[in-house]
């Protein structure tokens, strides 16, 4: 299982890296041909927002398991070590509802834009929009997987030894 969730986020990190390698290559290269030949490709900006779009919905997952997102731990640190366990408990909980919803929503938004097409490209909308749920799914997946560690108040970070007992967040 282990081995599955290693190539699960390489995986994921690889998807980040090529898009955002991607993005620079587009925006680089019609800053140079603006510059250089006053020729703009009208696409450009078009495809680099939704790159950035896909990024944000694809990141926010490996953000999750290493604790990145915005989270207010002083009401928690005033209670002891079983309360703070429930209450990370509740917050998987409302976590994973929060995730379900936001999946069927994506895929009821996707399939409602999916017949406008964008200004430049032409594409359908649901393409840009797909990351919506797709994103949300991944977010679901990373917190399954680290949702033992985060419970019990341990460091999320992958690359800290297996049994790691610093408290989640901690440095």
Request: positive net charge; aromatic residues 12%; hydrophobic residues 55%.
């Amino acid at each position: 299982m282990r081995r599955i969730e290693t190539l699960f986020v390489e995986a994921n990190r690889w998807a980040l890296i090529l898009l955002l390698g991607a993005m620079s290559a587009i925006v680089f290269s019609n800053v140079a041909l603006r510059y250089l030949t006053s020729f703009s490709l009208a696409w450009s900006e078009e495809v680099a927002r939704y790159m950035m779009i896909w990024m944000t919905f694809l990141g926010a997952g490996l953000v999750l398991r290493q604790g990145g997102h915005v989270a207010i731990s002083t009401v928690t640190d005033r209670f002891g070590a079983r309360t703070r366990v429930v209450l990370r408990i509740v917050v998987v909980a409302i976590l994973l509802v929060f995730f379900v919803v936001m999946i069927r929503f994506g895929l009821d938004y996707m399939q409602r834009m999916g017949r406008q097409l964008t200004p430049a490209t032409r594409i359908p909308f649901r393409h840009v929009y797909v990351v919506i749920p797709v994103g949300f799914a991944l977010l679901a997946v990373h917190l399954l997987l680290i949702v033992k560690a985060f419970v019990l108040g341990r460091d999320l970070d992958p690359e800290s030894p297996e049994g790691d007992d610093r408290p989640f967040g901690g440095g």
